[in-house]
């Protein structure tokens, strides 16, 4: 009997026990459940965290695109009202400008162009004018109304002829190159400038000089030299070695298109040999006076003259082309030869003595060697092109001809 109550109590026992272990073990797994579980949230929420950042996003992109388009429709409002507001006032500042641009021409155009030559000569004239009636005129002059009308012809050349160095100063400016100015005339220019200003300055305000003058011409004369002819002087001698340096600054002497030629050079040191005895001579012994020294001073500046624009000819026919040369340098002092000599002329008719001529042979010559070689240059310039255009015309009209008659010979 107590084996059975045992087998009964040990069999209870193991059935407690499956039981137990049947209980622990859903409780055992649990963990393993919950661990395989926590992804699948996770991985829900990410999603819904990402929609709902995406849904924001959307809504911000909106949001942007609504606020854009807003201001889109603001700016065209405004452009469209200020093309309104415009429309009434545009023609006359175009016209504004556009008269603006061709008063100012001398140093904006570099083609001189027919609509921009009037225009720009108009503010010279007007400028020159200004000048001659508020500036002191020529007592000597007997005639009161002519003594206004010479000073007049006076700063209207001076303004010409000191305004036609700018425009070739701004253009190697803006292209930061002188590529199709010639050295030889540019260094020519400096030396007879210098050359004439010496001359000028010292006929006008050497009490010295001038009664050398006196003496070797009629009594009660006046002295040949005005102060637009001392100011003209002075003012191209300084322009003309800013563009002497823009040539050294800009390309170097040493190029070879910047490179001084040797007939130049031989007559750069001829000028000065002749210059240096001369000034010996005048010092030393009494056959030539210092008014003899500034002729020979104004010979020079003649000469040069002479010279000066045959290398720029040159250059312009060797490289078939005028650019880099602004063309205004050649209206401007023509328009300024033709009113010195205009000057020189009537104030010599005006005090019936034409002596005036003689005794200022360097205003005299410059005048007229500037008008040849302007209008010579002036036509290489314009005229030569409608040739050159021609000859092809023709070259193309026989070529066309040759080709027609091969094609029908061949027919």
Known sequence: MDNQKQDTTTTTTAEETTLTEEVTMPAMASPSSNNSTTPLLQEMSNAKQSTTNTQNTSSAVSCSTASIAR????????????????????????NLKKAC?????????????????LPGLFLIICIGTVLGVSLPKESSLPTPWYRTFSSIIGYVYFTAWSISFYPQIFMN????????????FSAMNVLGFACYAVYNASLFWSPYIQNLYRQNHAAGESIPVRSNDVAFALHAFVLSSITLGQIWYYDGFGTSQT????????????????????????????????????YILSYVKVVITLLKYIPQVVLNVRRKSTVGWNIWNIILDFTGGMLSLAQLLGDSADMHDWSGITGNFAKFCLGFVSIFFDVSVYIFCFVLKCVILLLHILYMNLLLCCLISCHDFLL
């Open 71 to 94: 201001s889109t429709t603001s700016r065209n409002n405004n452009n469209n009202n200020n093309n309104n507001e415009h429309k009434s006032t545009s023609p006359l500042l175009s």
């Open 101 to 117: 641009t061709n008063l100012f021409a001398p140093f904006t155009d570099s083609t001189g162009s027919p609509t921009t030559i």
């Open 173 to 184: 400016y803006r292209r930061k190159r002188t590529v199709g100015l010639s050295v030889d």
């Open 259 to 294: 490179k001084m030629s040797f007939s130049v050079k031989l007559f750069f040191g001829v000028a000065f040999l002749v210059l240096v005895f001369s000034t010996l001579v005048a010092i030393v012994s009494s056959k030539l006076s210092w008014l003899g020294f500034l």
